[in-house]
T-cell receptor
Framework: GAVVSQHPSRVICKSGTSVKIECRSLDFQATTMFWYRQFPKQSLMLMATSNEGSKATYEQGVEKDKFLINHASLTLSTLTVTSAHPEDSSFYIC????????????FGPGTRLTVT | KQEVTQIPAALSVPEGENLVLNCSFTDSAIYNLQWFRQDPGKGLTSLLLIQSSQREQTSGRLNASLDKSSGRSTLYIAASQPGDSATYLCAAYGTDKLIFGTGTRLQVFP
C-alpha cells in the first residue's frame, strides 16, 4: 500500500513555456502533499506544502506565481512551472501523507524537467 | 531552524565491510526520523522509519538507531555488497515538514 505516482517521469520543454506535473496517491487519501526539488548532487529541498482544498504554503525563496500548486482532491496535486527557464531544470519529487506534517510521507518516483 | 547533516559525505569501501553512516540534527524536538536510499537519477526508497518513541529499527542487514537527546541517528549496514552502492539520505520529521540531510554517497566495490 501507500503508493504515489508522478506523471510525466521526464519532460523537456522550451524556455518560456509552462509544464504541469501530476502527483497522485493511488491507494490512500492524501490530506497533505509536498513538493520537493533536487538539483544534481544535492539533497531534496521542500518547495511547498499543500492541503486539499487550501492554498499551498511555500517555503522561503520559492516563487508562488512561478510554481503553481493545486491540490483539488484527496488523491491529486499538480505543480505547474510557469514560464520555465533553464535554471528551473531539476528533479521534482512529490510526497503524500494522510495526516499532518509529522505523519509519514510516501514519495513519488520523481519527474526530471529539462528546459532548453 | 532544523538542520540535518550527514557524515561522511562520500564513502568508498570494499565488499563485505560493515558500515556506519551518521546523521545529526540540530533540533531534538523531532517526531520521527527516516532513512532513504536513492539510486542515480531515481526517486527515494524508504529503508527504515524510527518513531520518536523508538530507539532503533532493523530490516535485514540494516539497523538504524535514534538518540534524540544527542541529536543523532546512525545507519548500520552489515556485510556491504556492491548493490548497496547509492546515496543514503536521512530525514527528520518536524511539526509540519520533513527536513532532509545532506546525504552520503556510498560506493561498494567488489
Amino acid at each position: 500500500g501507500a503508493v504515489v505516482s508522478q506523471h510525466p517521469s521526464r519532460v523537456i520543454c522550451k524556455s518560456g513555456t509552462s509544464v504541469k506535473i501530476e502527483c497522485r496517491s493511488l491507494d490512500f487519501q492524501a490530506t497533505t502533499m509536498f513538493w520537493y526539488r533536487q538539483f544534481p548532487k544535492q539533497s531534496l529541498m521542500l518547495m511547498a506544502t499543500s492541503n486539499e482544498g487550501s492554498k499551498a504554503t511555500y517555503e522561503q525563496g520559492v516563487e508562488k506565481d512561478k510554481f503553481l500548486i493545486n491540490h483539488a482532491s484527496l488523491t491529486l496535486s499538480t505543480l505547474t512551472v510557469t514560464s520555465a527557464h533553464p535554471e528551473d531544470s531539476s528533479f521534482y519529487i512529490c510526497s503524500a501523507s494522510d495526516g499532518q506534517g509529522f505523519y509519514e510521507q510516501y514519495f513519488g518516483p520523481g519527474t526530471r524537467l529539462t528546459v532548453t | 531552524k532544523q538542520e540535518v547533516t550527514q557524515i561522511p559525505a562520500a564513502l568508498s569501501v570494499p565488499e563485505g565491510e560493515n558500515l556506519v553512516l551518521n546523521c545529526s540534527f540540530t533540533d531534538s524536538a523531532i517526531y520521527n526520523l527516516q532513512w532513504f536510499r536513492q539510486d542515480p537519477g531515481k526517486g527515494l526508497t524508504s529503508l527504515l522509519l524510527i518513531q520518536s518513541s523508538q530507539r532503533e529499527q532493523t530490516s535485514g542487514r540494516l539497523n538504524a538507531s535514534l538518540d534524540k537527546s544527542s541529536g543523532r541517528s546512525t545507519l548500520y549496514i552489515a556485510a556491504s555488497q556492491p548493490g548497496d552502492s547509492a546515496t543514503y539520505l536521512c530525514a527528520a520529521y518536524g511539526t509540519d515538514k520533513l527536513i532532509f540531510g545532506t546525504g552520503t554517497r556510498l560506493q561498494v566495490f567488489p
